[in-house]
């Protein structure tokens, strides 16, 4: 009797320890599915602060850290604001002394250099540029197959040919190669990143009506 | 049985607790402004909203007992409250403060300009200062656009609120440069000695400066180098005056940059006729060697090498022998070493040191004459920094300067040589605080002793500075200080006890920013004591130095920056009243000196053309007539100049993205600019004193520079990793 009862306890407990596991799938798809509707700025700081206080909670995890600062990258495009790219900055430091060698965490700050550049691009264009190239090329390295990290080096370097009025070829090559990779990626888990296609598709775009 | 029923009963209770609680309540500003968009949680759980438009939150928890109430804003420090939850609703109405350390908050801002990447409130950026029309990459170039400066376009250093060029100071990271602008002739312009891309931040001071700086009468202009190492590049620049190549090595926690250089500007000279007659066009070799080192996560040491050969040789006329020219040749030898270590030690202390040490060695020949000057300086600093809270931090720090001056003298190669020499320690120490009496106040005590070994004379100089700030993007600041200098070397080779000078300013400032727009004013007082004054003997030789000479300056400065309203457009406009007078030198009385204009004017424009990849600028400088003293009339100082001008225009074209083609030409409209006028010392058959023009080298200076950068995965072809 007395085993069975610690048998029932222990199982109770492991239970309790899943159901807790599934509080952070359960809050990462909430998160997920907001994201997904978000359609104004306020919204999308919403599900941002909602990102940032499962990481305040999983401190194990490293996506909920990167979906805050990944929505907080693109309200800073939309709002113009220097101050949310900051922030972001804070994040994404948090971030790089955890998972140094998480190619969509390089892929992530690249990102960031690169809005950062389209706010001031005469300011922060000639510091900001070889360095996005940089780390865009670090995130490509530690993950070849990261479609994320191609498509954002190829913008770059799309962007930069197209005011360079230089030869987009490359780039474009690119594009289609990280296209490729969308198709082919298996998404590691439900959470895992997985945005970035149809900028890719809209830059082949562009490539196509460029030729 | 039943006991494992009350167990499984209370462990479910215990881990599912159905009691909701709703936590709600508003989060607002210090001015009751509603807050939007705050995050509002309990600490480690998933619980937690995000106020809405009106500043109000409102969630529902399962939690119980102690917890802690977490809300955090963009630019408001986080708010942290424990809280014990234990009823069905619980109202919070919570105010955020600004965040301190943001730089919404107030700074102290009176006298200071500050350029640099990082900041927000900075006024002109490394880029600004490099693409400043007129300014030729100097940093003193670019800084004379802004108000408070003097245009004195014969000489080409700082002149500052009525302070002679000696009197304003640089000091890189901390430490003091003693010689910080290239050997020259008289009435020969001269430029920095250091390029502004090895800094990240640089603070222009125009008056009120902390208690860390002394040995300034009147502007302190303090460059910092830069933190990170950048990648590894090199640097390339061929220009119509020379060339220069920097290699710049960077690993994970230090980096290495070697600099080489050789400048001559023959060629250009050959091609472009100047007024003035030139035997030996400058040229110049050097190098340079910058190394940090990162020895913690906190820690870091910088270093800094800089080596310079220059020759020149000018013949002027000399007025006195109508006919006859002067030949002056000029050698000079110069090296500045600089090695500062920053760290911190625990929590709230952190010390910073530095060391530099300059060696400056001039050969003047002045026909037969040579003059042979050598020069050491060293100088020791160490500061500790207690931050006692995010609103108090006090600095105390000592300083040691060493000044070796020796000075050789002979008529011509075969005469004897006249010796003189100097030693000079002078020793210091400093204590400021830094405390926001509120969020919207901070004020900034500091008191600095300064003891002078040689004159054995003890000084105690006090500063005050506070800012409050009036609203958002507004602020008003205030700031008193009094500031020592030694004389000049030259005068206190002649009398050794000579005291140092001395400076009360009081400034009063209003600044207003917002989006990429700027608007300063600042009105100031100065006083100036002790101040070098003497005779002049029948060979016009100085006789009776002494300390009694004094004047003052006031005036005002008007500064507007709008890099938002002209889309790819950007440009800002100066202004500066300056009304002063000194009494020192040989004056018979107290007289508006001979560098000072009235009034300064300058616009700077510059328009980024994405079509055409180009930056194009323009910058335009008016100052009122100077005066000059003219022994033709009676009074003394009483003849003016007519008043300067000159347009500058410059462009930047971005071949590639690693290729720059950069031309600028300064004085397009080629006004004859005449600083000032020299009298001989005796009038001529007729009794008048005869004279001549202090004039610019040439009426233009065409500049034309490629820049190319390479790095390793700049350009290189990205293609091989697919």
């Known amino acids: ?211 | 049985m039943k006991t494992v029923f009350i167990f499984l009963l209370s462990y479910t209770f215990l881990c599912t607790s159905l009691a909701q609680t709703t936590i709600q309540g508003s989060v607002r500003d210090a001015e009751a402004n509603p807050l939007t968009g705050a995050n509002v949680y309990l600490q480690h759980t998933y619980d937690g909203s995000s106020s809405d438009t009106l500043g109000y939150f409102s969630f529902e928890t399962a939690s119980a007992g102690e917890h802690i109430l977490v809300i955090s804003a963009l630019g408001y420090a986080s708010y942290q409250k424990k809280i014990i939850i234990d009823t069905e609703k619980l109202l919070f109405e919570v105010i955020l403060q600004e965040n301190t350390k943001a730089m919404e908050s107030v700074t102290i801002s009176s006298g200071a300009f500050e350029a640099g990447d990082s900041k927000k409130s900075v006024v002109l950026s490394a880029m600004d200062i490099v693409t400043t029309a007129g300014a030729l990459g100097d940093i003193s170039g670019a800084l004379q656009t802004l108000p408070g400066t003097q245009t004195v376009g014969e000489d080409g250093r700082l002149f500052v609120r009525g302070g002679e060029g000696h009197e304003a100071q640089v000091f890189i990271d901390g430490m003091q440069a003693h010689t910080p602008f290239n050997a020259s002739v008289p009435n020969l312009p001269t430029r920095g000695r250091f390029s502004p891309f090895l800094f990240k931040g640089i603070t222009f001071s125009t008056g009120g400066y902390s208690a860390e700086y002394d040995q300034a009468l009147s502007s302190a202009l303090i460059l910092n180098t830069k933190d990170k190492p950048e990648q590894t590049q090199t640097d390339i620049s061929l220009m119509t005056v020379g060339t220069d190549i920097t290699h710049q090595h960077a690993w994970e926690t230090a980096s290495l940059a070697v600099k080489g250089e050789y400048m001559n500007l023959a060629p250009y000279q050959f091609l472009v006729p100047q007024d003035i007659d030139m035997f030996k066009a400058p040229e110049s070799v050097g190098g340079s060697l910058v190394g940090r080192k990162q020895t913690s996560a906190t820690g870091m040491i910088k270093g800094y090498i800089n080596y310079n050969y220059s020759e020149l040789g000018v013949r002027q006329n000399n007025i006195n022998h109508p006919g006859h020219k002067d030949s002056i040749y000029l050698i000079n030898d110069n090296l500045y070493t600089n090695i500062s270590y920053r760290e911190s030690l625990g929590k709230k202390w952190s010390v910073q040191s530095g060391l530099s040490f300059t060696y400056d060695q001039k050969l003047t020949h002045i026909n037969t004459e040579r003059i042979q000057e050598k020069n050491q300086y060293w100088h020791a600093k160490t500061i500790f920094t207690f931050d006692a809270s995010d609103l108090a931090a006090i600095r105390i720090g000592a300083e040691h300067m060493y000044q070796g001056t020796n000075q050789k003298y002979a008529l011509n190669a075969s005469s004897e040589t006249v010796d003189h020499a100097l030693k000079q320690n002078l020793n210091a120490v400093f204590a400021e605080g830094d405390l926001y009496l509120t969020h919207r106040i901070i004020i900034r005590p500091g008191l600095r002793a300064n003891y002078a070994a040689l004159q054995q004379q003890w000084n105690i100089a006090p500063r005050y500075s506070m800012a409050y700030k009036t609203n958002k993007d507004s602020q008003i600041s205030m700031a008193y200080g009094q500031y020592h200098q030694q004389l000049p070397t030259q005068w206190l080779l002649l009398n050794s006890q000579l005291t140092s000078s001395r400076a009360d300013h009081y400034i009063l400032n209003y600044q207003y920013m917002q989006q990429g727009k700027t608007f300063r004013i600042e009105a100031y007082h100065k006083q100036y004591h002790k101040l070098i004054k003497y005779e002049l003997d029948l060979n016009r030789n100085p006789v009776n130095l002494n300390n009694t000479g004094k004047g003052y300056a006031r005036g005002l400065d008007i500064f507007w920056r709008d890099r938002k309203s002209i889309p790819n457009g950007d440009y800002w406009l100066s202004y500066s009243l300056l009304d002063t007078k000194r009494n020192y030198l040989h004056y018979p009385h107290a007289a508006v000196p001979g560098f000072v204009s009235r009034h300064n004017f300058s616009a700077v424009y510059k328009h980024f053309v994405t079509a055409l990849r180009t930056q194009l600028g323009a910058s335009y400088q008016w100052a009122s007539s100077r005066p000059y003293h003219n022994p033709n009339q009676e009074a003394f100082q009483a003849g003016r100049t007519a008043a300067y001008h000159n347009l500058s225009i410059n462009a930047a074209f971005l071949f590639k993205q690693n290729i720059i083609f950069y031309t600028s030409t300064s004085n397009v409209l080629g006004t004859r600019n005449i600083f000032g006028y020299e009298y001989a010392n005796q009038p001529g058959i007729q009794g008048e004193y005869a004279r001549q023009a202090i004039v610019q080298p040439a009426s233009r200076f065409l500049f034309i520079g490629v820049f190319v950068t390479l790095t390793k995965n700049g350009q290189v072809n990205q293609l091989d990793q697919l």
């Open chain 1, 1 to 211: 009797m007395k085993s069975l009862i610690f048998t029932f306890a222990l199982f109770f407990i492991f239970a309790q320890h899943l159901l807790a596991d599934n509080g952070y799938e359960q809050a990462m798809k909430k998160g997920m599915d907001d994201l997904q509707n978000a359609g104004s700025p306020e919204a999308m700081n919403q599900v941002a602060n909602y990102f940032e206080r499962i990481a305040s909670v999983e401190t194990v995890q490293w996506l909920p850290n990167y979906y805050a600062a990944y929505i907080r990258i693109n309200l800073g495009f939309m709002e113009q604001s220097d101050e949310q790219l900051d922030q972001v900055q804070t994040h994404l430091d948090q971030m790089m002394n955890k998972q140094k060698d998480e190619s969509e965490v390089m892929a992530l700050q690249g990102y960031l250099h690169m809005i950062r550049i389209s706010l001031d691009p005469a300011n922060h264009g000639p510091q900001l540029a070889p360095k996005t190239l940089e780390t865009l090329s670090k995130a490509v390295q530690m993950n070849p197959e990261n479609p994320r990290a191609l498509m954002l080096l190829a913008q770059m370097q799309y962007g930069t040919a197209q005011f360079f009025k230089s030869d987009t070829g490359e780039a474009c090559q690119m594009v289609a190669k990280s296209l490729t990779l969308f198709e082919q990626e298996k998404v590691a888990s439900t959470f895992s990143p997985a945005w970035g296609k149809e900028i890719a598709q809209s830059i082949q775009q562009e490539c196509k009506e460029g030729e």
